[in-house]
């Protein structure tokens, strides 16, 4: 079949879903694809985490695009701004945006196993409107920050009437200037922007925080014009940067530390709040649980603004909310003008409604296995040519990119044959998921992971969905290539049969080499002997 004959339908114009466009693009030579966005423009996560002081948890030379690296970063890490003006930037080079269905959102996906084929429904965000087109490959780019998470278990929530919004949905013409401000949650998003909002002396900003978190010390270092200049100008001195990061990340997964590393590290990271945090809070500031079960926060300058006179934590919790303010449970009532929830987001459900064979879907499968769940993060039994970008448990310690284009890369190579019309469909089999994740959570069993309420549990006590357990060049060698016997195939007799011819005529190479070298070698050594002979017997 021919290039227009195939359709590719990419869920979100994300850092994924641009990155998976791009690949398309340019290791495929396919431009037959639909990329659907809820938003106005690109860039997912840094499209709508405007919050202010959002920024990169890595360094930003390792969040880039392996194909695309940029030498004039500002700091060591990248800030959304500008973040984002290099995802739109890389948008218009590689020409996506005629791609790309703005302000619309992907409702359904359903397999009709008759044509091969996805019936894909969405909705213009606006105007309501439904539409209908087809796919015969889905990839699902939505990662796991795409539905904030409100806490309405508080009693209340609703009843507040005065400005309340999440981060990730941060308004751009609020005006914090004299206000109550009321900050729930200490995870990464409110570490970064609460330096920010308490900057200014009139507003009175209050943090209130559930579990106190871990921290480390993570400084946005500026890159100076000459290390600008010679990332641009001197050969790999910008690919080695990155691999050095890349190695700072990794080391710690691939060499397994012991206890005693542990307990120092533990030591540090203690003393690291103690020496930053005030006085007051030092009973309250560390965690009982062990650094790395939940994400640890970088420091960029959370620690050091509680001094400020403006700025409370309140460790106190919440008992409900009312009109003007927020009850503690010591029954304190505070008002407050504003509210602001870094309360995270909605990860252990997928957020769209997707059919495959027999009527399965990737909720039902999720709900049948404790939580999320798929083979390599990327593939799940019985939900043909549908692959995620960032599925469960593909939180390598490192960066997000490059995570996603490693997976890029092996859903190329399933999607290939698909695209170019030697197989209509590929499914990867339940036997070798199952034993995929059997091994991905025994791993899980025996880490600190299991060892605190977190995000990334089912229910925030059930089943670790999210972290990679290993380290992130495993991550990169298991999935540099796809294990075909792990796949059923559907219309791909032909490629069966040429993918066979071609490993026996790589065989036949090989044989004809190794024949030629081995009589390349027998020649000196059978001289070698003959003079050995003749030596003895003169």
Not at 311 to 320: K, Q
Request: aromatic share 12%; glycine share 8%; net charge positive.
């Amino acid at each position: 079949m021919t290039d227009h004959q195939r359709r590719v339908a990419i869920i979100g114009a994300g850092v994924g879903g641009l990155s998976q466009a791009i690949a398309l693009k340019t290791k495929l030579r396919f431009h037959d694809f639909t990329i659907y966005e809820k938003g106005s423009e690109v860039g997912g996560a840094w499209r709508a985490n405007t919050y202010p002081g959002c920024s990169s948890d890595v360094q930003i030379h390792w969040y880039s695009l392996s194909s695309d690296l940029y030498p004039l970063w500002n700091k060591s890490h990248g800030l959304q701004p500008e973040i984002q003006a290099y995802w739109i930037k890389l948008a218009k080079k590689y020409n996506l945006y005629p791609h790309i269905a703005f302000n619309t959102k992907v409702l359904s996906a359903e397999w009709d196993d008759a044509k091969q084929q996805y019936t894909i429904v969405a909705e213009d965000i606006f105007s309501g409107k439904r539409m209908s087109s087809v796919a015969h490959v889905v990839i699902s780019a939505v990662g796991i920050l795409e539905v904030p998470r409100i806490p309405y278990e508080i009693p209340g929530v609703r009843k507040f009437q005065g400005t309340s919004f999440h981060s990730a949905r941060w308004p751009g013409s609020i005006d914090m200037q004299n206000k109550r401000v009321a900050v729930i949650g200490n995870g990464s998003s409110g570490a970064q922007f609460v330096p920010s909002i308490s900057e200014d002396p009139s507003v009175k900003v209050v943090n209130f925080i559930r579990t106190p978190t871990w921290f480390n010390t993570r400084p946005h270092i500026p890159y100076s014009d000459t290390e600008k200049w010679i990332f641009a100008n001197i050969p790999l001195a910008m690919r080695l940067h990155r691999a050095w990061i890349m190695f700072w990340f990794d080391f710690p997964s691939i060499v397994r530390p012991s206890e005693k590393a542990l307990k120092k590290r533990r030591e540090a990271m203690t003393k690291y709040i103690l020496d930053n945090a005030p006085t007051r809070y030092h009973d309250r500031m560390i965690p009982d649980y062990p650094p790395g079960c939940k994400r640890t926060v970088a420091n960029s300058g959370f620690l050091d603004i509680l001094h400020r006179p403006n700025l409370t934590l309140n460790f106190d919790g919440i008992a409900n909310m009312v009109e003007n303010g927020i009850i503690t449970k010591t029954g304190q009532m505070l008002p407050f003008d504003v509210i602001i929830y870094s309360t995270g987001f909605i990860s252990d459900r997928y957020p769209m409604h997707v059919r495959g064979l027999n009527g399965a879907t990737i909720q039902g499968y999720y709900d049948a296995h404790g939580g999320p769940t798929a083979y390599l993060g990327t593939a799940i039994p019985d939900i043909p040519n549908f692959y995620l970008l960032a599925g469960p448990n593909t939180g390598i310690p490192a960066s997000t990119l490059f995570m996603e284009e490693v997976q890029i890369g092996y859903i190329l190579q399933l999607i290939e044959p698909v695209l170019g019309g030697s197989a209509s469909s590929f499914t990867v089999k339940t036997s070798p998921t199952d034993a995929y994740n059997a091994k991905v959570q025994e791993r899980i069993s025996r880490s600190v992971s299991v060892q605190c309420h977190s995000w990334a549990r089912t229910n925030g006590t059930g089943k670790v969905f999210n972290p990679f357990p290993w380290a992130a060049t495993l991550w990169w060698w298991w999935l540099r290539k796809p294990n075909w016997d792990h796949y059923v195939g559907v219309g791909a007799e032909r490629w069966v049969w040429a993918r066979r011819k071609k490993t026996a005529k790589n065989i036949m190479k090989c044989a004809a080499v190794l024949t030629l070298l081995g009589s390349y070698i027998s020649g000196p050594a059978q001289r070698i002997l003959h003079n050995m002979v003749a030596d003895d017997y003169l």
